[in-house]
């Protein structure tokens, strides 16, 4: 549903940009340069307000300041003279361009928010011809697409902004599966909205359960560059029936080393036909559709510890995502946290005196380490450190496959 703006605020949001785009500069003819208002126009929105919690749901906390200047990054002023010059936004636009260009922004922000689906090739190498060419819904927003349900692509190349360095075409590559999360919210230009973080969120997580589930295996010591240009996220908007291009989001470097080295390991139990593996895929749909935002969110730092770009950060990482799921902040100031969490891995992974004790004393351990990287700065690991990384990712896959087994049977 679009988001409703009373009356008063509408006026008040209009005379409030009215009033920044008037006091704004152009410089050589093309350049918008702000004023000062234009960088707390979300003030105009009473914190806490039910408008500004829609608002700061797909935008952010600096949501109506951040969605201006978004829109106002695509707006063309005119011809780029490159001569330096500085005048006024009305000198070079005209009297009434201000408010023109605040009710018009004001009533594409009534608008949000704006629907998208967004396809990010799926890694392990699980290829459209191992599922025979099928799509498969994971979810009713959540689907693995081949090539030929894609949307076209924009053939020429993406048109360039002020200033912006030339960026690469994006294009689909026929033998890799595709996931398709369909969402709505916003995207800015610079990428930068709660939108675009709840998308990642959204993929890695689900890259987090394939690998605690055992559909991908990571291989550390693959090295390949062969597939790393995939990896991102081509973003279209839904509007009319149809799809438009909206953008490309990178990956960060860190996550595309490790994509590239995700293997599929359910061939090696399932034969690799389309049927096994798309039985494994259904399985981890019915786990997105049922897990919480504490199993996401841990399911995400798992696949994180994976592509930290230290030991020491994965380290942190793997420990977080174990915070997340077996954590309480209540009863860890009774008990201890990492003691808590120590009993309560045991007995849920332990089957016996001797595993439950050998988990204990395992968690404790890792916790320990943990602490010595956090509260010492410790800067490297030892070999039995770096094995104990591996024990403690071992057990959060564990726990993380413990609860999607509850969450499917």
Not at 87 to 94: D, I, M, P, R, T
Not at 281 to 289: D, S
Not at 315 to 343: K, P, W, Y
Request: with cysteine; hydrophobic share 40%.
């Amino acid at each position: 549903m679009p988001i409703s703006l009373p009356s008063t605020l509408r006026n008040r949001l209009i005379e409030g940009i009215t009033q920044a785009l008037a006091g704004c500069s152009v410089v050589s003819g093309a350049l918008l340069t702000y004023s000062s208002q234009m960088w707390s126009l979300h003030e105009l929105v009473a914190k806490g307000s039910r408008t500004a919690q829609e608002l700061e749901s797909c935008l952010g906390d600096r949501h109506v300041t951040d969605f201006v200047q978004s829109e106002l990054s695509s707006h063309r002023i005119g011809a780029w003279t490159g001569d330096g010059s500085v005048a006024s936004f009305q000198q070079v636009l005209g009297a009434h361009a201000p408010r023109e260009w605040a009710e018009g922004l004001v009533a594409a922000l009534e608008t949000l928010p704006w629907q998208y689906t967004a396809y990010a090739a799926l890694p392990g190498q699980i290829t459209t011809a191992i599922l025979g060419g099928q799509s498969i819904e994971l979810t009713s927003t959540v689907k693995v697409v081949g090539v030929a349900d894609l949307p076209p692509l924009p053939s020429p190349p993406l048109p360039l902004t002020l200033g912006a360095l030339i960026e690469e075409r994006p294009e689909w590559h026929m033998e890799c599966l595709y996931t398709q999360i369909d969402f709505s919210g916003y995207i800015s230009k610079n990428r930068e909205s709660a939108t675009v973080h709840q998308l990642i969120n959204s993929t890695f997580s689900l890259y987090g359960v394939a690998l605690a589930s055992g559909l991908l295996v990571h291989h550390p010591w693959i090295v390949t560059t062969s597939r790393a240009s995939i990896y991102g996220s081509q973003v279209f908007k839904v509007e009319g029936g149809g799809k438009t291009f909206s953008t490309s989001l990178d990956f960060d470097p860190s996550h595309v080393k490790e994509l590239d080295r995700l293997g599929h390991f359910a061939g090696a139990t399932d034969g690799a036909t389309s049927v096994g593996i798309g039985a494994r895929f259904q399985t981890i749909g019915r786990v997105l559709a049922k897990a919480d935002r504490r199993l996401l969110n841990a399911s995400r730092w798992f696949f994180d510890s994976h592509c930290g770009s230290s030991d020491q950060v994965r380290f942190v990482q793997i420990c977080t995502a174990l915070e997340i799921l077996l954590g309480d902040e209540r009863q860890g100031r009774e008990t201890g946290l990492s003691t808590l969490m120590a009993n309560r891995c045991a007995y849920l992974l332990g089957n016996s005196n001797i595993e439950r004790s050998n988990i204990l004393s395992g968690f404790k351990q890792g916790y320990d380490i943990r602490s010595k990287i956090v509260h010492a700065g410790k800067n490297t690991l030892s070999s039995a450190e770096k094995g104990h990384f591996h024990y403690m990712q071992q057990l959060c896959a564990l726990v993380i496959r413990k609860e999607c087994n509850e969450l499917t049977t």
